[in-house]
């Protein structure tokens, strides 16, 4: 079954920083890839970021972000580097129920028309509890861990282009 939805984590996924929570608002944009907080600490994408958001939307596949982290944050920094318009339906919330928040993407998708099944959707993350989470709590969505299957976000293009397991017969 193709993938319809990617939802990517933002620390350590979607870019380089390891905890926005730490910084400080306001933040600067430094370039196409990097902003900055108050002290100057930078975030930067990570590698291949940009390339797969535009080939992601270019192939007519849903992008969303399911974060742990405060949403005022992530979304200063996803205005400066005008991300925000590739999510649909991003969750940024604190606390680290990720099953929750992408069951409620889903749900919230649902209504609008767009029903997922969860082997229809990809969620990246670094975080192997948070892959494990949500294949529990949601069902099987499939799962790549950024940083270890995913060193250039690019290589969610090659998963995508996988041949499709045969199912047993
Ligand atoms: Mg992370």
Redesign the pocket.
Known sequence: MAIRLVIL?????LWEH??VLTLQAPFTRIDEQTVQDARGEQVRLARGARELLDALRERGILISVC??NRADLVFAIFDLLGLTPYFVHPKVEFHPHKDRMIAALLAELAREGTVLRAEEVLFV???PM?LEMVRQGVGPVRTLR?QIDVLDLRDVLKYLDQPEPTEPT
Not at 9 to 13: H, L, P, Q, Y
Request: hydrophobic fraction near 20%; include cysteine; proline fraction near 0%.
């Open positions: 984590d933002c620390d350590r996924t390891e905890d974060s742990w993350d670094d975080n948070m950024a």
